[in-house]
């Protein structure tokens, strides 16, 4: 009987139906899979808010052809915890960026209503952790771009009642107390109210986002905050020099106080020969973005496909190189190798980027294994490494409003 097992086995291998299972060997793939769909795998930056916001009719729980999140989609990728990121054009500023903003907070609030089933509004770690319990889909908001309190501390206040996690303090133009990586500085950094705004975000349990400010003002908030500090959606500068990525110096110096860097999948901050060839065929993001805004005006999803209609023009008529998936595992890795796998995270900047959507999220667990992570390791990098600063900056916050 041994010895027909042996043979049948033998012809299943020479067959290839057995190749998968000794091609991988120690089963990396399923191991992979295991793992993946029992994390928390979180990303801190979405657009999709843009979609169901301005577009009538776009329903979360439809498959879609098109853009990169719905539910359907969550679920195939195993994304159990996502940060809808509340944006406006950053040159609208005072009431006006106060309501549009909070028109899209209200927006992220409706469209959890519409759909408890599968979502789970979270304000902290704790309930994001028992929304994976529960089998459901964790919903956070971050709002990118200080300018949407309209210079004014007490709106800050109300976005941290309105369930804000997190706030970027500039966009992609400076505010009025912050500088942008893309903008002339203004503030050198931070202006004494931007401290302020600083210290409030500490004391409310909001996270310092310091994705798209200027290194200086990275610096100074850095110096300012009590409670770590995230990237949302940056990637490492020493791979692609662009503005919006960071240098190696700043991610070790996010790393020593605790932050953590959420990496980005755009291509043009991930692989250098696109960013050039793009540059070299728009004339760069600055003017590219200049353009757009002209174009649109303050229609924030005509933005974001004008942006995305460029590119892949750009693409089809072979302008731009093609940029493989696996450069998100370089820029990880090299992050990691800076400060270490406590410090790294996913920030897609999905329905933004341009990339593969959110049901291709497996392969970067898979690809992690096959380098040699360890499991807890990639669980901290899919989403522990975020919660753990989202605790972090719970425990400034009680510690601030208890007087200590």
């Keep these: 009987m041994r010895l027909i097992r042996t043979t049948l086995l033998a012809c ?16 990396i793939a399923d191991r992979a899979r ?11 930056h979405d657009d999709t808010t843009q979609r169901f916001f301005s577009k009538a009719g ?12 719905d539910i359907p989609r969550m679920r195939d990728g195993g994304m159990n915890a996502i940060f809808f990121s509340i944006w406006i054009d950053g040159r609208t500023m005072g009431p006006p960026a106060v309501q549009k903003a909070i028109d899209q907070i209200d927006a992220v609030h409706q469209m959890v209503r519409k ?30 771009g200080g300018h949407m309190i309209g210079n004014d501390i007490r709106v800050l206040r109300t976005f941290g009642d309105l369930g804000v996690r997190y706030m970027t303090l500039s966009h992609f133009y400076n505010d009025e107390w912050a ?44 110096e300012i905050s009590k409670a770590p500090l995230i990237a949302s959606h940056s990637s490492c500068r020493a791979l692609c020099n662009h503005v919006r990525d960071m240098s190696d110096d700043m991610i070790k110096a996010l790393a020593a106080k605790g932050g953590v860097i959420q990496i980005n999948y755009e291509k043009s901050f991930i692989d250098q020969a696109y960013k050039d060839a793009y540059d070299k065929a728009s004339g760069g993001v600055v003017a590219t973005m200049n353009n757009i ?20 023009s750009l693409e089809k008529s072979g302008q731009l190189p093609p940029v493989n998936w696996e450069r998100i595992i370089e820029h990880i890795d090299h992050a990691v190798k800076l400060a270490g796998a406590d410090h790294v995270g996913l920030g897609s900047d ?7 959507d959110c049901s291709k999220l497996p392969k970067i667990t898979e690809a992690l294994m096959r380098k040699g992570y360890s499991d807890d390791d990639i669980r901290k990098i899919l989403g522990g490494n975020l919660l753990r600063v989202m605790e972090a900056t719970e425990k400034a916050s009680k510690e601030m409003q208890a007087g200590h």
């Design 58 to 69: 776009f329903d979360m729980a439809q498959r879609h052809t098109d853009g990169h999140i």
């Design 12 to 27: 299943l291998v020479g067959t290839g139906f057995m190749a998968v299972n000794v091609a991988t060997g120690d089963d």
């Design 350 to 356: 999905f329905d933004g980027a341009t990339m593969e």
């Design 34 to 44: 295991k793992l993946h769909f029992s994390s928390i795998v979180l990303d801190t």
């Design 115 to 144: 759909d408890p089933k599968d979502l789970a509004f979270c304000r902290t770690a704790a309930e994001v952790r028992e929304a994976h319990k529960q089998g459901k889909i964790a919903v956070l908001m971050g709002v990118e």
């Design 293 to 312: 805004s002209k174009e649109c005006g303050d229609d924030e999803e005509c933005v974001i496909t004008k942006v995305q209609a460029i590119q892949a």
């Design 179 to 222: 500088d942008s990586s893309t903008d002339k500085p203004a503030h050198n950094g931070l202006t004494d109210f931007g401290k302020d705004i600083v210290r409030e975000m500490n004391r409310q349990g909001i996270m310092v986002d310091i994705s798209h400010v200027s290194d200086k003002t990275f610096y100074d908030a850095l």
